[in-house]
């Protein structure tokens, strides 16, 4: 529930939206480029955290060649901020035309196969990764999103308005999980961002361009829980950088051993390989600011040079 303050901001967000929305495509879109060139020189911190992650993914490669990885994923990212513009503004749903996809007939073959057996989309904060769930929405397919609530009430406000309009159905991480396993049970198609840090009370420890990364088990657990595909989906923005493909890959299968745990470890290892093999394809698409490798095994040093302001703020959303 919004306060009257984040209210009225959020009122002013929509506004501002609809009315950039008005500037022609040869405008907006090198306005987007230029804010995410100046935001990759003047953005330290996490320049600073992408080139680490970097070293991880690509150590053979010299360091020019990952600042230029960096550089194009900033860039990347604002023009995502200009296609953002579109879908919270004026005329979104003809961003539809511009985003196609790749074996959609794949997905129409497993939801024939058994109508009432859940699809879980794995993806990641890859390509214009706001624009995969709202595009494919927006074709008239049906999909939730689980969707962590962000402290900038206003912001999270302006994401769920974007995607509830277009037709997403948002589910709050911290009830997700019933939710979820319900929707499966009927049929549904839940997307999951498979890309981020984990909390150590739920982490499994697995290789991620070859680092051990905290990742959730949780996916894992719901799919075996609720017998639902899990079926990797990356939207790709094309060379021409404003038309995108969405990639539907094969459906991973699931080990089961009868060792629930060792099974557990074994399908997020599958998981996590499927977005490292995108991101190996297309490096310069990926969110690589996201500090990734925070949660360490115990007794394994920080990966990232915090100041002890962040270092705070780090152990209060942990205690939060």
């Given amino acids: 529930m919004l306060g009257p303050g984040s209210r009225a901001l959020y009122y002013l967000m929509v506004a501002m939206l609809h009315a950039l929305s008005l ?14 060139f100046i935001a990759y020189l003047l953005d330290r911190r996490h320049v ?3 080139l680490k992650n970097l070293s991880f993914a690509f150590p053979d490669r010299p360091l020019d060649e990952r600042k230029r990885i960096l550089r194009a994923s900033y860039v990347n990212l604002g023009r995502a901020g200009a296609e953002y513009i579109r879908m919270g503004g004026f005329f979104y749903r003809r961003l539809k035309e511009r985003v196609g996809y790749d074996r959609l007939e794949y997905f129409h073959e497993l939801k024939a196969r058994d109508p009432k057996r859940g699809i879980l989309v794995l993806s990641a904060h890859f390509g214009n990764f706001e624009l995969l769930a709202i595009a494919h929405a927006m074709h008239g ?20 308005f974007v995607r509830d309009r277009a037709g997403v159905d948002t589910l709050r991480k911290h009830s997700a999980a019933r939710a979820v396993l319900r929707a499966l049970k009927d049929g549904g198609v839940i997307g999951i961002p498979f890309d981020q ?16 990364a905290s990742t959730t088990s949780g996916l894992a657990r719901i799919a075996v829980l609720s017998g639902a595909a899990v079926v990797p989906a990356f939207i790709v923005r094309q060379p021409d950088n404003r038309s995108h493909r969405i990639m539907i890959h094969d459906e991973i299968p699931l080990q089961r051993s009868g060792e629930p745990e060792r099974d557990i470890e074994e399908n997020t290892r599958r998981f ?17 600011t996201h500090r990734r490798y925070k949660t360490r095994p115990r007794g394994m040093a920080p990966v990232y040079d915090e100041t002890p302001r962040h270092r705070h703020r780090d152990a209060a959303k942990a205690r939060a």
Avoid at 23 to 36: E, M, N, Q
Wanted: hydrophobic content about 45%; glycine content about 8%; proline content about 9%.
């Fill in 23 to 36: 500037i022609p495509d040869f405008i907006l879109y090198p306005i987007g480029v230029a804010c995410g």
């Fill in 48 to 50: 600073k955290i992408g």
């Fill in 141 to 160: 397919y049906p999909i939730s999103l689980v969707h962590h609530t962000q402290r900038f009430l206003a912001g999270d406000a302006i994401a769920t």
């Fill in 197 to 212: 840090n984990a909390k150590r009370s739920e982490a499994l420890f697995l290789p991620f361009f070859g680092e051990p």
């Fill in 272 to 288: 996590l390989k499927a977005v490292e093999d995108t991101v190996r394809r297309y490096p310069e698409q990926f969110l690589w």
